[in-house]
């Protein structure tokens, strides 16, 4: 498939087009190709045709949150074309909407047949990833039906029910059948002298469960127009740094985002609750980890993200034990899912727990929005909850039984439950994987923070100082141990992780950047490891590299193994400033914000490892979210870091 991809958002709602604003219904790549809500596929196809062929791009769709195109039919040099036609798209909730408009470019009456084939084959987003994998899906029907203006098509397996509405305004002459399951709208346009003709089509989803009265927009400025009001109340009242431009574009651009990928959700109570999605197309939905650290990256600017977080996660947080989800009690949600093959069981995504570090992370930014805000009401509403997550850690997350937090690998699932999940993210320098449970060394960082916030939460909040003594005491343990345990004094750094054995897995790694961020090293080795990841091994000139060039273990193109992650970047620069280690951390924000002047001011998922040394264009990496909610978040962490200068 050559057409690229566009990426249009809108809350828990994408569509992804190709240049000539196209869904052709392709099943591969590392992109999924239509119109998706709750990981649903409603829009399988949707290709315009002219007088029965395939218009040429005058002008493809660019990049931004209304997608428009200008075609016109086939011809050559001496025969201009008898018309042109102005085609623009957008999403909204649930919905999609284009308005065709055709122009005659000739003086004399002229006729057009226009035709746009829909299908919707309500495809699982599981079903559509490269990984080989194949569902049964036993009694699924789909049916067609013709309205009187357009086509209703239904999906239904079981109790399981989805439809996809398609109207046209005016109505189509005509709804054929095509053979294949798609239908395909038709129009005959008569058009006067240079005259103009303008159609509108509307696409409805209605997911499996979803009773909310939704209309589509009327138009795609109208939504539009909707959208750039969002984002300009999401923007209100965020102080942009006048004296460096381009981190204020930075930060700009990541807030619009992060106003177009808030997604439902419930709190502890049953109210509708709106939190920032992990990022398009594979994850817009509530991943805890993603969550919680975009709500923390964006704290100072925007609390509400995380007034809205906490609650949707106490809402989902285990209360027993699950073998297939790898749930336990108190432990916070990894994923959650809303579509088909979750329903069923047959992926265990619908409520997965396969994280070691979404918990201790919910106790940090419980404790940072209370710090942040003063506001206490939260903390004392979700105090069981709190509780229970410092069981987790403690109990089932093994802080008590193995002095860390240890996680196994999820046959079902993911092998490894940190940040870097990844199989073989967690490795030794030459590559070998750990056996046995895994010791991830960043996770231990935000469970000493997780502690000690949750101990200063207890004695100015909950009036329990017995409790947070206990907690104290247990941050400190962790902390004596883990300086014992993880560090390299042949390297000054500090092992990526400890093997089932409690042998270093050796690998130098970003992880050691987190570290400095929850404030486990002291002083004298966080200042080592400070200074060691902005040596050119590490440092790419875009950003701290996942790990180290040299290592046999090392790939620029690699997930985990060697790229640079715009959040996991963010996270190094708080830690360096908390260190006093200020231009270091200067150094990586002006790497990540002149990546993102290089790509509109956006910064991608992740970027490829190689040294701008000799590629003085970041390279992207070939499968990272376009739109990613900690990436959006990462230039205003860059900000508290470092300020405006």
């Known amino acids: 498939m050559t057409d690229r991809h566009h990426l249009l958002v809108h809350g828990g709602t994408f569509a992804a087009v190709g240049d000539r604003g196209d869904i052709s219904g392709y099943r591969g790549g590392s992109a999924p190709d239509g119109m998706f809500v709750q990981d649903a596929r409603h829009l399988s196809r949707w290709q315009l045709t002219v007088d029965g062929a395939v218009p040429d791009t005058l002008t493809p769709v660019a990049d931004g949150d209304t997608a428009r195109c200008v075609l016109v039919p086939r011809g050559g040099r001496n025969e201009p074309p008898a018309y042109t036609l102005f085609r623009e798209q957008a999403v909204g909730d649930a919905s999609f909407v284009e308005s065709l408009r055709v122009t005659s470019n000739r003086p004399v009456p002229t006729t057009v047949r226009l035709a746009v084939t829909a299908d919707a084959d309500f495809t699982d987003q599981f079903e559509l990833r490269s990984d080989h994998r194949t569902y049964t899906k036993a009694g699924a029907v789909r049916s067609r039906k013709v309205l009187a203006h357009g086509v209703e098509f239904t999906y239904r397996r079981g109790e399981w029910r989805s439809v996809t509405t398609v109207t046209a305004e005016p109505q189509p002459d005509a709804v054929e059948e095509t053979g294949t399951g798609a239908r395909r709208l038709v129009w005959t346009l008569d058009l006067e002298p240079h005259g103009t003709a303008e159609l509108v089509l509307r696409v409805m989803a209605r997911p499996h469960g979803d009773k909310r009265a939704l209309r589509v927009p009327r138009s795609p400025a109208a939504l539009q127009e909707r959208l750039l009001a969002r984002e300009g109340r999401f923007m209100e009242g965020v102080a942009f740094p006048a004296g460096w431009p381009e981190l204020s574009a930075a930060c700009a651009r990541g807030l619009a985002d992060l106003a177009a990928l808030q997604v439902p959700a419930t709190g502890p ?377």
């Not at 490894?416 to 993210?425: E, I, L, T, V």
């Open 269 to 645: 109570d049953g109210e509708e609750l709106r939190v920032p999605a992990a990022g398009a197309p594979w994850f817009l939905t509530l991943l805890g980890r993603d969550a919680l650290l975009t709500s923390l990256f964006a704290l100072p600017y925007r609390p509400r993200l995380a007034a809205a977080t906490l609650p949707a996660l106490a809402a989902t947080q285990a209360t027993d034990t699950g073998v297939s989800e790898v749930a336990q009690p108190g432990k916070i949600v990894h994923e959650v899912r809303h579509g088909e093959l979750a329903h069923f069981g047959q992926v265990p995504y619908a409520r997965y727990y396969g994280s070691v570090d979404a918990t201790p992370l919910f106790l940090v930014l419980l404790g940072a929005y209370t710090e942040q805000t003063g506001d206490t009401g939260l903390a004392r509403r979700l105090e069981r909850h709190a509780r229970a997550a410092v069981g987790w850690m403690l109990d089932h997350g093994g802080l008590t039984s193995r002095g860390y937090l240890v996680y196994r690998a999820d046959q079902g699932g993911l092998a490894n439950q940190n940040w870097k999940d990844s199989p073989g993210a967690i490795c030794s320098a030459e590559g070998t994987r750990p056996n046995g449970p895994v010791t991830a060394a960043g996770a231990q960082g935000y469970a000493y923070d997780a502690l000690r916030r949750t101990a200063w939460l207890a004695r100015t909040v909950w009036q329990d100082g017995t409790y947070a003594d206990l907690l104290e005491q247990a941050a400190g343990d962790l902390r004596d141990r883990f300086q014992r345990d993880f560090w390299m004094p042949e390297r000054s750094f500090p092992a990526l992780a400890l093997d089932g054995r409690g042998r270093q897995v050796d690998a130098l790694a970003s992880d050691a950047g987190h570290l400095l961020w929850s404030g486990l090293l002291d002083k004298e080795y966080g200042e080592q490891v400070g200074r060691r990841l902005l040596e050119p091994d590490f440092f790419s000139g875009w950003g701290v590299r996942t790990l180290a060039a040299g290592q046999p273990a090392y790939h620029p193109l690699s997930y985990h193994r060697g790229s640079v992650w715009p959040h996991d970047n963010a996270l190094i620069a708080l830690g360096l400033s908390r260190y006093g280690l200020h231009d270091e951390a200067r150094a990586i924000a002006r790497g990540l914000v002149d990546a993102a002047s290089a790509t509109g001011h956006r910064l991608p998922e992740v970027l490829a490892g190689y040294g701008r040394d000799t590629h003085p264009e970041p390279v992207p990496y070939p499968h990272a979210c376009v739109r990613e909610s900690r990436s959006a978040s990462a230039p205003l962490a860059l900000l508290t870091a470092v300020g405006g200068i």
